[in-house]
Every structure is written in structure tokens, then in C-alpha cells.
Nanobody, 123 residues
């Protein structure tokens, strides 16, 4: 497992942008599939985006396609989530997750989780 720490959340107006970061500990980051999930009040946690460990391949939830971009910098042990054209329904706690040699699909079981960062989008 890796230790994950998210940052970059905050309050933004609808239509605005935020970039979330997730810093990972350890020397094996490049072998981890990294994902972003979110959980809104009263709702179940849902998949947002993922970046495959082997590089290049990504996956997105339909609700964020074309607006969010996941990227990673293996030299910095960090994965990012660039969020553009934010909507009030994007308001949630966003969690970073990691799974060594994991698959890309939204049902991949991640075994490392960060503590989350709050994103609030005002209308």
C-alpha cells in the first residue's frame, strides 16, 4: 500500500476550475493504477477517473467526460485531477485511491485511500 494525501479542494463558482493533487509515498508509484472518486452528502461514493499504472490509458465517468482530466507525474509521485466547467452537482468530497498493478475499470478494487478533499461548487 501507499500513503496518499490529497490537496487542492475548495470553493469555486459554477463554471470555474480546480486542480486536485494527490501525493503518494514510496518508490513504487509507477506501478500503481490511480483513481479519483467522490462522495456527495447522502450519496454513495462514485468513480470519477483513473490512470492506468502502465501509463497512457485513462478512464472517466460519463458525468465528467470532457470536463475533467486525470494525469500523473511519476517522478513526483503525484496524480492530478484537473476539473473544468464545474457544476454544483460536482460538489463532493474527492478521494484519491491507488491499486498496484490495478485495472482501469471503475469497479477495480483499490486498497489505498486518501482522506479526501472537499470541493464545493456554488451556483
Amino acid at each position: 500500500q501507499v500513503q496518499l494525501v490529497e490537496s487542492g479542494g475548495g470553493l469555486v463558482q459554477a463554471g470555474g476550475s480546480l486542480r486536485l493533487s494527490c501525493a503518494a509515498s514510496g518508490r513504487t508509484f509507477s506501478s500503481y493504477t490511480m483513481g479519483w472518486f467522490r462522495q456527495a452528502p447522502g450519496k454513495e461514493r462514485e468513480f470519477v477517473a483513473a490512470s492506468l499504472w502502465s501509463g497512457g490509458s485513462t478512464a472517466y465517468a460519463d458525468s465528467v467526460k470532457g470536463r475533467f482530466t486525470i494525469s500523473r507525474d511519476n517522478a513526483k509521485n503525484t496524480v492530478y485531477l484537473q476539473m473544468n466547467s464545474l457544476k454544483p452537482e460536482d460538489t463532493a468530497v474527492y478521494y484519491c485511491a491507488g491499486d498496484r498493478w490495478g485495472s482501469l475499470g471503475p469497479r477495480n478494487e483499490y486498497d489505498s485511500w486518501g482522506q479526501g478533499t472537499q470541493v464545493t461548487v456554488s451556483s
